[in-house]
C-alpha cells in the first residue's frame, strides 16, 4: 500500500528507501543507465507521482546516490585503515581500490555524474553535490595521508586517478547486452571487457610508486 509521509524523520526515510530501490535495481540491471523512476517507486512502496516530493527527477535522485557513495567511500576507507600507519605506496593504492571497488554503483555513476547528472539538476542542487563531494574527498586524503604519510599533493593526485580509472574501467568491464552478446560472437574482442578490480589495483599501484618516486 503506498502511504504519503508525514514528518521530516518520514521523508528522510522514504528518501533513503527510494536510494536503496535505485542502488539494487542498479545491480540487478546491470548500470544506472537502466534504472527509471517506476521500477524505482514500485520497489519503494511510493506512488509514482509522489516522488516529486522527494526528488525532482531521475537525475536528481542518482546524484543524490553518488554523493551518498562518496560518504560511503570516505567511511570503507577510514573502517579499512583503522589506526594503521607507515603505509608505502602500494598499500594506500591498495586500500583505494579494495574500498571504491566495493561500491559497485558509485563506479558507475562517477562517469554519468560527469556527462550529465550535475549538469541537469538546479544550481543548488548541484552546489550541495560539490560541497558534500569535496568534503569527503578531503577527509579520505587527510586519512590516507595520516596513516602513510605519502603527501596530500601525492595522494590527491592518486585519487584522481582512481576516479577516473574506476568510471572508466566499470563501464568498460559492464558491457550493454548489445556488446556482451558480440563479444560472444567474436571472442578476440572480449579482452577490452577488463576485470575490474584487479586492473584497477594493478594500475593504481603502479601509479602511486610513480607519484612517490616523482
Known amino acids: 500500500m503506498h502511504q504519503r509521509a508525514r514528518s521530516a524523520d518520514d521523508k528522510a526515510r522514504r528518501s533513503e528507501e527510494l536510494l536503496a530501490a535505485a542502488e539494487a535495481l542498479a545491480l540487478e540491471l546491470g548500470g544506472v543507465r537502466f534504472v527509471t523512476l517506476a521500477p524505482v517507486t514500485a520497489r519503494a512502496g511510493i506512488h509514482r507521482t509522489g516522488v516529486r516530493r522527494?526528488?525532482?527527477?531521475?537525475?536528481?535522485?542518482?546524484?543524490?546516490?553518488?554523493?551518498?557513495?562518496?560518504?560511503?567511500?570516505?567511511?570503507?576507507?577510514r573502517e579499512e585503515l583503522g589506526d594503521r600507519t607507515g603505509l608505502?605506496?602500494?598499500?594506500?593504492?591498495?586500500?583505494?581500490?579494495?574500498t571504491i571497488a566495493g561500491l559497485p554503483v558509485f563506479c558507475d555513476l562517477l562517469t554519468h555524474v560527469t556527462l550529465s547528472l550535475e549538469g541537469d539538476v538546479d544550481v543548488e542542487r548541484a552546489r550541495r553535490y560539490k560541497t558534500n563531494s569535496f568534503a569527503a574527498h578531503d577527509e579520505i586524503v587527510g586519512a590516507l595521508d595520516h596513516a602513510s604519510g605519502m603527501g596530500v599533493e601525492r595522494i590527491s593526485a592518486l585519487l584522481a586517478a582512481a576516479?577516473?580509472?574506476?568510471?572508466?574501467?566499470?563501464?568498460?568491464?559492464?558491457?550493454?547486452?548489445?556488446?556482451?552478446?558480440?563479444y560472444a560472437q567474436v571472442p578476440r574482442w572480449s579482452h577490452v571487457a577488463l576485470d575490474f578490480a584487479p586492473r584497477l589495483r594493478m594500475l593504481l599501484e603502479a601509479t602511486a610508486v610513480?607519484?612517490?618516486?616523482?
Open 163 to 182: 576516479l577516473a580509472f574506476a568510471a572508466a574501467f566499470w563501464q568498460v568491464s559492464h558491457p550493454t547486452p548489445a556488446l556482451a552478446a558480440l
Open 88 to 98: 608505502d605506496p602500494r598499500q594506500v593504492a591498495g586500500v583505494m581500490a579494495g
Open 54 to 77: 522527494y526528488y525532482a527527477s531521475k537525475e536528481e535522485l542518482l546524484l543524490e546516490l553518488a554523493e551518498r557513495g562518496w560518504r560511503q567511500w570516505r567511511d570503507a576507507v
Open 210 to 214: 610513480g607519484l612517490a618516486e616523482a
